[in-house]
């Protein structure tokens, strides 16, 4: 079952936070390959916006290879692509780092200190 939660208070847009969803759900296998999505327009109606909302979300989904439409029945979870999903967690990946830099030189704290922290934090995961 599908579990969409939508928040007006994160900077993202409707239909990103739906896609975004929907990846992770099919990445964790929430969602397993083969299995169908509820249609646009009830999700749509489920989640009270509109039917073009849903659409992107869809499409842009269909358009990274997570999801394929078939005219008349539905669109349906692909199997998954390993290198796709590796893709997408190093973006995620990026932008954490990305955020820990910004958030660093708020408080300048340097280069090393921050690679100093990494390290700690990779070791007590260990």
């Excluded at 509109?50 to 869809?58: E, F, G, H, N, P």
């Excluded at 990305?98 to 958030?103: E, G, N, V, Y």
């Amino acid at each position: 079952m599908l579990n969409v939660v939508i928040s007006n208070k994160l900077d993202a847009p409707i239909y990103e936070q739906i896609k975004e969803q929907i990846r992770s759900a099919i990445i964790r296998d929430e969602i397993v390959e083969n299995e169908m999505l509820p249609s646009i327009r009830s999700l749509a109606h489920e989640l009270k916006i509109s039917v073009i909302t849903t659409k992107r979300a869809y499409d842009e989904l269909e358009a990274e290879g997570f999801i394929a439409s078939v005219q008349g029945k539905g669109c349906f979870v692909l199997p998954k692509n390993k290198e796709q999903i590796k893709e997408q967690k190093l973006r995620e990946i990026e932008q954490h780092f990305i955020d820990a830099i910004t958030c660093s030189k708020l408080i300048d704290l340097g280069h090393g200190e921050l690679r100093e922290i990494l390290d700690i934090l990779l070791k007590e995961e260990n």
